[in-house]
C-alpha cells in the first residue's frame, strides 16, 4: 500500500471511528507503551540472535513445573508486532484477529512448555541460532524456505486463517461474474486480483502447502476446504473478553432493535464478503442495514446507495468506544454473507455482545442455525426470507438467543478454546 493511500485510509479510519477524547488519549497512551515494548524486545533480540525486527525467547506463561532443562523451543512466523499490543490498557486494545491470534499460539506453545521465538511472516532470510523442535509459517511462500533451512527432524507447520485459496478463488469469480453480468460492469477488486495471480502460479502455490509437515487452520470446521492435503487439524477461532460493557437485553431493548442489522466487513472485500447481496437484500424493505467496512465505489454506484435510506455507511467502528457500544445497542442481528472464509472475527466480535448471528454456511459459526440463522445459498431471496424471520421472533426468542450469542463466545469461541485446540494439534505433530 502506497504512502498516500495509508494517509487517506488513516484519515478515513480516524473519521469513521468518531473518538471521544478520552478514547484518544487512551489510544495515545497505548502508543507510547507499543514503542517501550518494541525497544525492550529489539533490543534484547538484538543481543540473542544479532537481529532487531523478532521477538526473542518469549516464555511468559511456560509453567513453572516444566523444568529449564525439559523445555523446547518454537519458531513462530507471523506477526511480532502483536507482542509489542500484548499489555495495551483500558478499553481500546485489539482484535483477537490479527494481534490476538499470534499471541494466543505463542501462549499455548508457552503451556505445552515451548520458548518461542516470533519473526516477521515474510522473513525469509531469518537464520536460526536455535535449534527448534517445531516451525509455525503463516505464510505459505516460507514454508519451503524454512523446510531446507531448519533440520530435517523439525516439523514444519501451516498456519492459514482463510479458506484454501481455491475454495475462496471460485466463489470469488462466481459472485464477480455474477455481479458483472447484472450490472454491466467489469468491476475486479484488489483482493480478486490476487487472488487471481496467486492462480497464475497454483501448482507452485499447492507444492508449498504440500511441503509442509502439518496445517493448523482457523475455522473450516464446516466446508473443510482443505480437505485434500494431509494432516489437516482445524481450530476454533477466539474473541477476547470485554468487561466493561454489556448490552442491554431487556425486552424493550431487543423489541427496539429488531429490525437493525450490523454488518463487520473490516475491509473491502466486499464481493467476497457479501456485502453486494446485502445492498440488494436490504432495499425497499423496513429492516436497517449498518454497513461498518469501506465500500467499493463500483458498489456504491450499482446500488445508488445514497438514496437508500435504511442503508447506512458508519465506517470502521473502533471495539470498545462509546460510538461502537452505542451501534451494537441498537442493533440485534449481526449478518454476513461471505463466500468463503476461516471465520469472520467481526461476527464473534458482536456474538459476545449478544447480537444474534444470521451468517452464511462459509462462516463456519458451528451452531449459527441453533442460535440464529445459517444461510445455505445465500442468494437474495434466501437472506430476505431471514430477515422477516427473525425481525418477526417475539421477545422471549430475541432474548433467549442473544444470551445463546454470548455463552457461545464464552465458551466454544473463547481464547482457552482456541489455545486448547492448538495444542491438540501440536501434540500430535511434534514426536515424543
Given at each position: 500500500m502506497?504512502?498516500?493511500?495509508?494517509?487517506k485510509?488513516?484519515?478515513w479510519l480516524y473519521k469513521?471511528?468518531?473518538?471521544?477524547?478520552?478514547?484518544i488519549l487512551?489510544l495515545?497512551?497505548?502508543?507510547?507503551?507499543?514503542?517501550f515494548t518494541?525497544?525492550?524486545y529489539?533490543c534484547?533480540?538484538?543481543?540473542?540472535q544479532?537481529k532487531?525486527d523478532l521477538?526473542?525467547?518469549?516464555?511468559?506463561?511456560?509453567?513453572?513445573s516444566i523444568?529449564?532443562q525439559?523445555r523446547?523451543?518454537a519458531?513462530l512466523?507471523?506477526?511480532?508486532?502483536?507482542f509489542?499490543?500484548?499489555r495495551y490498557?483500558?478499553?481500546?486494545?485489539?482484535?483477537?484477529?490479527?494481534?490476538?491470534?499470534?499471541?494466543a499460539?505463542?501462549?499455548a506453545?508457552?503451556e505445552?512448555g515451548?520458548?518461542?521465538?516470533?519473526?516477521?511472516?515474510?522473513?525469509?532470510s531469518f537464520m536460526?541460532?536455535?535449534?527448534?523442535?517445531?516451525?509455525?509459517?503463516?505464510n505459505v511462500?516460507?514454508i519451503?524456505?524454512y523446510?531446507?533451512?531448519?533440520?530435517?527432524?523439525t516439523?514444519?507447520?501451516y498456519?492459514?486463517?482463510?479458506?484454501?485459496?481455491?475454495?475462496v478463488?471460485?466463489?470469488?469469480?462466481?459472485r464477480?461474474?455474477?455481479f458483472n453480468?447484472?450490472?454491466?460492469?467489469k468491476?475486479v477488486?484488489?483482493?480478486?486480483?490476487?487472488?487471481q495471480k496467486?492462480?497464475s502460479?497454483?501448482?507452485?502455490?499447492?507444492?508449498?502447502?504440500?511441503?509442509?509437515?502439518a496445517?493448523?487452520?482457523l475455522?473450516?470446521?464446516?466446508?473443510r476446504?482443505?480437505?485434500?492435503f494431509?494432516?489437516?487439524?482445524l481450530t476454533?477461532?477466539?474473541c477476547?473478553?470485554?468487561?466493561?460493557?454489556?448490552k442491554?437485553l431487556s425486552?424493550?431493548?431487543?423489541?427496539?432493535?429488531?429490525k437493525?442489522f450490523?454488518f463487520?466487513?473490516g475491509?473491502s472485500h466486499?464481493?467476497?464478503?457479501g456485502l453486494?447481496l446485502?445492498?440488494?437484500?436490504f432495499t425497499?424493505?423496513?429492516?436497517?442495514?449498518?454497513v461498518c467496512?469501506?465500500?467499493n465505489d463500483?458498489?456504491?454506484?450499482?446500488?445508488?446507495?445514497e438514496?437508500q435510506p435504511n442503508?447506512h455507511?458508519v465506517?470502521?467502528?473502533?471495539?470498545g468506544?462509546?460510538k461502537?457500544?452505542?451501534?451494537?445497542?441498537s442493533c440485534?442481528?449481526?449478518?454476513?454473507?461471505?463466500g468463503?472464509?476461516?471465520?469472520?472475527?467481526?461476527?464473534?466480535?458482536?456474538?459476545?455482545?449478544?447480537?444474534?448471528?444470521?451468517v452464511?454456511?462459509?462462516?463456519n459459526?458451528?451452531?449459527a442455525a441453533?442460535?440464529?440463522?445459517q444461510l445455505?445459498?445465500?442468494?437474495?431471496?434466501e437472506?430476505k426470507?431471514?430477515?422477516d424471520f427473525?425481525s418477526?421472533?417475539?421477545?422471549?426468542w430475541l432474548i433467549?438467543?442473544?444470551?445463546?450469542?454470548?455463552?457461545e463466545?464464552?465458551t466454544t469461541?473463547?481464547?482457552?478454546?482456541?489455545r486448547?485446540d492448538f495444542?491438540k494439534?501440536v501434540?500430535?505433530?511434534v514426536?515424543?
Amino acid at each position: 500500500m502506497g504512502i498516500i493511500k495509508k494517509i487517506k485510509r488513516g484519515w478515513w479510519l480516524y473519521k469513521s471511528a468518531g473518538l471521544t477524547f478520552a478514547e484518544i488519549l487512551n489510544l495515545a497512551v497505548n502508543k507510547g507503551v507499543y514503542f517501550f515494548t518494541w525497544l525492550f524486545y529489539s533490543c534484547r533480540s538484538f543481543l540473542e540472535q544479532g537481529k532487531w525486527d523478532l521477538i526473542s525467547g518469549y516464555a511468559r506463561y511456560i509453567p513453572a513445573s516444566i523444568p529449564k532443562q525439559r523445555r523446547k523451543r518454537a519458531l513462530l512466523a507471523y506477526l511480532p508486532e502483536a507482542f509489542y499490543k500484548e499489555r495495551y490498557i483500558g478499553r481500546i486494545k485489539y482484535y483477537f484477529s490479527n494481534n490476538g491470534c499470534p499471541l494466543a499460539i505463542a501462549r499455548a506453545l508457552n503451556e505445552l512448555g515451548y520458548i518461542v521465538d516470533v519473526i516477521g511472516n515474510d522473513d525469509a532470510s531469518f537464520m536460526p541460532r536455535h535449534v527448534y523442535d517445531v516451525a509455525i509459517i503463516h505464510n505459505v511462500n516460507l514454508i519451503p524456505v524454512y523446510r531446507n533451512i531448519l533440520p530435517a527432524r523439525t516439523p514444519v507447520v501451516y498456519f492459514e486463517v482463510v479458506a484454501y485459496w481455491r475454495r475462496v478463488l471460485e466463489k470469488m469469480r462466481r459472485r464477480f461474474d455474477e455481479f458483472n453480468r447484472n450490472h454491466d460492469s467489469k468491476a475486479v477488486s484488489e483482493d480478486f486480483a490476487g487472488y487471481q495471480k496467486i492462480e497464475s502460479n497454483g501448482a507452485v502455490y499447492d507444492k508449498n502447502i504440500a511441503s509442509a509437515d502439518a496445517i493448523i487452520v482457523l475455522g473450516d470446521q464446516l466446508t473443510r476446504s482443505f480437505s485434500g492435503f494431509k494432516n489437516v487439524f482445524l481450530t476454533t477461532s477466539a474473541c477476547l473478553p470485554d468487561k466493561t460493557f454489556k448490552k442491554d437485553l431487556s425486552e424493550r431493548n431487543l423489541l427496539a432493535g429488531k429490525k437493525n442489522f450490523v454488518f463487520f466487513g473490516g475491509s473491502s472485500h466486499n464481493i467476497r464478503k457479501g456485502l453486494h447481496l446485502l445492498f440488494e437484500a436490504f432495499t425497499n424493505t423496513p429492516y436497517h442495514l449498518y454497513v461498518c467496512s469501506s465500500v467499493n465505489d463500483f458498489l456504491l454506484k450499482a446500488y445508488n446507495i445514497e438514496k437508500q435510506p435504511n442503508i447506512h455507511l458508519v465506517g470502521y467502528q473502533k471495539q470498545g468506544s462509546k460510538k461502537f457500544y452505542n451501534l451494537i445497542s441498537s442493533c440485534d442481528f449481526v449478518i454476513h454473507t461471505s463466500g468463503a472464509e476461516g471465520i469472520p472475527g467481526g461476527v464473534l466480535d458482536t456474538m459476545k455482545y449478544g447480537l444474534i448471528p444470521v451468517v452464511s454456511r462459509e462462516c463456519n459459526i458451528i451452531n449459527a442455525a441453533k442460535i440464529g440463522r445459517q444461510l445455505e445459498t445465500c442468494s437474495v431471496e434466501e437472506i430476505k426470507q431471514n430477515l422477516d424471520f427473525v425481525s418477526g421472533r417475539p421477545a422471549k426468542w430475541l432474548i433467549e438467543h442473544a444470551q445463546m450469542s454470548i455463552v457461545e463466545t464464552e465458551t466454544t469461541y473463547s481464547s482457552e478454546s482456541f489455545r486448547g485446540d492448538f495444542k491438540k494439534a501440536v501434540a500430535k505433530i511434534v514426536p515424543e
